[in-house]
């Protein structure tokens, strides 16, 4: 006879819950896009399934030691104080005072752990781990525990690298580990879905520059003029449309590629419009977070058309 979970003990996985951040889920859509990269084949799956649960380990890890930084440098506490219910301060069991640092480092560590060997076993089993694709997830393995724990990436003016990168590589570590190669087409796909959580990410910075410069943290809002900064994330968006159009054009995509981006494209520039036009940071994000959705989304259909030879 089991004995049910005390209210105590159900309250506690929520906050363990909530400190893995496991509501946000947009880097884990990175398998879908690399099972669509590798043919939806039945073996792909099952090494994606191993690779993706690992994935949400070591991402449950990093974001656990990045609250542990943001508690102890007052940088969470500061950028969550005016507007925590709009940012959802229940987000933060730290702050709240659910869980302890030393909960926090302990769950960390496990989770960190626990990614590892499943991406190891991912590799072990996996039909082919080409070397390129074995330092690929090492690098992104090592940078995503060191994000802001240990050298602190993200303290060291390569946060926005991150975002976008850690995103590219999971797409192609999962292509790499399913068919031992990346297609042209598939790095295009990879830089695609690691801008969407740039491009959410630059609009948070944004909010935070204040807080972030105050504890050292030297994201590209808290570096530079607030008018630089809106040019910056202008860039940005800019360069990601003129990458669907060139390589609809004169890459390797498909003819239809960009007319099967417009929605994710229009998305894209109404986020522009709400963050830099007219300086709703906070509605710009969510937008953010639904512009990458509709762009893995399609990416996915993308190839799904291709597997079955639809519009070539």
Known sequence: MTMPLSPIGVSRIGAYARLAKLDVWDYYLALPLAWSLAGFTPGAFAVL??????????????????????????????????????????????????????????????????????????????????LWTLGLAALCFGSAAQYSWGLKISYRGWQEVFLAGFGAGLVLVGQGLCTGHATGFGVVQAVLFGLGPLMFGVYSN????????????????????????????????????????????????????????????????????????????????RLGLYAHRLTAATLVAVNLISVVGVGS
């Open 49 to 130: 399934l191993v690779f993706g649960l690992g994935t949400v380990c070591l991402v449950a890890g990093s974001v656990a030691f990045d609250d542990v930084t943001g508690y102890r440098d007052g940088s969470d506490a500061a950028n969550y104080g005016q507007d925590a219910p709009s940012r959802g301060l229940a987000r933060k069991p730290l702050l709240t005072g659910e869980l302890t640092e030393a909960d926090a480092i302990r769950f960390g560590w496990l989770a960190v752990g626990t990614g590892g060997a499943l991406w190891l076993l991912a590799a072990a089993v996996a039909p082919s781990a080409p």
């Open 206 to 285: 944004t909010q935070d520059a204040d807080a972030d410069a105050a504890v050292g943290r030297p994201t590209v809002a808290a570096l530079v003029s607030a008018r630089a900064n809106l040019v910056f994330i202008a860039a940005l968006t800019v360069a990601e449309l003129l990458l669907v159009i060139t390589v609809t054009g004169l890459g390797p995509a498909p003819w239809w590629f960009a007319l099967l981006m417009l929605p994710a494209m229009g998305v894209r520039v109404h986020q522009l419009r709400l963050g830099v036009g007219l300086g709703d940071l906070l509605a710009a994000r």
